[in-house]
C-alpha cells in the first residue's frame, strides 16, 4: 500500500560526495518522521538521521557535520547529503517513513536498501 524507493547509492572514494532520494508513494494521508538508517554485514542497522515534518532534525554523532537530511513534503521525498564520505560509511542505507495511510492507519515502512561503497 505504502512504497519507498531509495536511489542515489554508488562507488565513491573517500572525501567525495553522494545524494540519496527516497520517495514515498501509494496510498499515503501524510507522512511524519523519514529517516535514514545503514546496516553493514554482521551489524545492527543504525540511525543515520532523522527529520520530521516540521524539518527538526537528528544526526548519529558519527555523521555530524558531514551529512544532511532534508525533505520535500509536497514530493513525500527525504534527502541524504552525504559530504566528505570515509570508507566507514559503506553500508546499505535504508530509507525509512512513518506514514498515517488513507484508511488512517499509521505504520513505519522500509525501503529495500541502497549500496553506498567508500574506497580509501
Known sequence: ???????????VQAGGSLRLSCAASGRI???HV???YR??????????A???SGSATNY????KGRF?????????TVYLQMNNLKPDDTAVYFCNADVTT??????????????VTVSS
Not at 544532511?68 to 513525500?76: E, Q, V
Not at 488513507?102 to 549500496?115: D, E, L
Open 34 to 36: 523519514m529517516g535514514w
Open 50 to 52: 532523522t527529520i520530521t
Open 60 to 63: 548519529a554523532d558519527s555523521v
Open 1 to 11: 500500500q505504502v512504497q519507498l524507493v531509495e536511489s542515489g547509492g554508488g562507488l
Open 39 to 48: 546496516q553493514v554485514p554482521g551489524k545492527e542497522r543504525e540511525l543515520v
Open 68 to 76: 544532511t537530511i532534508s525533505r520535500d513534503n509536497a514530493k513525500n
Open 29 to 31: 494521508f501524510s507522512t
Open 102 to 115: 488513507v484508511a488512517r492507519s499509521r505504520t513505519n515502512f522500509w525501503g529495500q536498501g541502497t549500496q
